[in-house]
């Protein structure tokens, strides 16, 4: 199975590590290619990937083509490599806000298409992708292209509709826990630690939680409710930072994130 990626910038740069750090490709089974010459050849040479002279040729060389172009070339492009986008191959696109009707409408309904949404933390194996297939790709198609992003984090099935509220939850969120993370930080600083030593702790106790929540199945709330003892210290501090608006706070930023994403205005 070969994979060929159009556009090499930081989100497929971030895909790409992963799946060679997972070795779910061989670097030799990797084609690239980009607008700028001196953008994608480097970094082709750097990592022992096939570098191809053109979008057609990235596409013709591949099982699996992964559409990762900004969204203003993105149609553009699908319009230059139709001719190699037989329904042999699956087309994976990574653009945000191009839809499956979109792209049937410029390659046709018959070539396998999957829409994803990457977060970020696929470069360290931990992503978070939504994906949306069209009928044309099912059974072990859809098992390959899934594999992917399933080799470098978690996938979920969506409707098209909740890729906005997807993009909030998973794809700005890694801002939002960095912030909460950093927040912890400086608590612990205030309080004598240095700004490292406190960070490492906040970000294991966070990774640690996140692992908790997926691994026990448990909601949340019952994992709060096993460390809060009667009286304790951490009711304490839970209903301080209630009574700061921590969970309205939240809210309110994923609102903000969605409706801003929506193009919607105040
Ligand atoms: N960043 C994220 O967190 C994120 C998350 C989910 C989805 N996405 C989606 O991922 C896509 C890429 O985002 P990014 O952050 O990686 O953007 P980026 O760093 O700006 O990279 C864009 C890439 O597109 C290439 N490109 C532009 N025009 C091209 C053309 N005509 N033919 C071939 N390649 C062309 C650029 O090539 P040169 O460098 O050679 O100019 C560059 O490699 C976007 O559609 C975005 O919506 C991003």
Do not use: C, W
């Amino acid at each position: 199975m070969k994979i060929g990626f159009i556009g090499v910038g930081g989100m497929a740069q971030a895909i790409i590590g992963g799946l060679l750090k997972a070795k779910t490709f061989a670097p030799a089974e990797i084609t690239v290619h980009s607008h700028r010459e001196e953008s994608y050849l480097p970094y082709a040479q750097a990592h022992d990937l096939v570098a191809a002279k053109s979008n057609a040729a990235v596409a013709a060389n591949s099982d699996l083509v992964v559409l990762a172009v900004t969204p203003n070339v993105a149609q553009a492009v699908l319009t230059e490599i139709k001719g190699q986008l037989t329904p042999a191959k699956t087309l994976i696109s990574i653009v945000a806000g191009l839809s499956l009707a979109d792209m049937a409408t410029l390659i046709g309904a018959d070539v396998p298409t999957l829409r994803t949404l990457p977060n970020v933390n696929v470069e360290v194996g931990a992503g978070m992708t939504a994906t949306a297939a069209n009928a044309a790709l099912t059974g072990e198609r859809l098992t390959a292209a899934l594999r992917v992003f399933d080799t470098i984090g978690s996938t979920t099935m969506l409707a098209e509709e909740q890729f906005g509220v997807f993009s909030a939850l998973a794809g700005s969120s890694p801002a939002y826990i960095d912030f909460f993370i950093d927040s912890l930080s400086r608590a612990g600083v205030k309080h004598g630690l240095t700004k490292q030593q406190a960070t490492e702790i906040a970000a294991q106790a966070t990774l640690g939680s996140a692992k908790m929540v997926l691994q026990s199945h448990k909601i949340p709330f019952e994992l709060i409710d096993q460390v809060s003892s009667p009286g304790g210290s951490t009711v304490a501090g839970l209903l301080a930072m209630e009574e700061a608006g921590l969970m309205t706070a939240v809210v309110k930023g994923i609102d903000a994130t969605i409706k801003r994403d929506a193009g919607e205005t105040d």
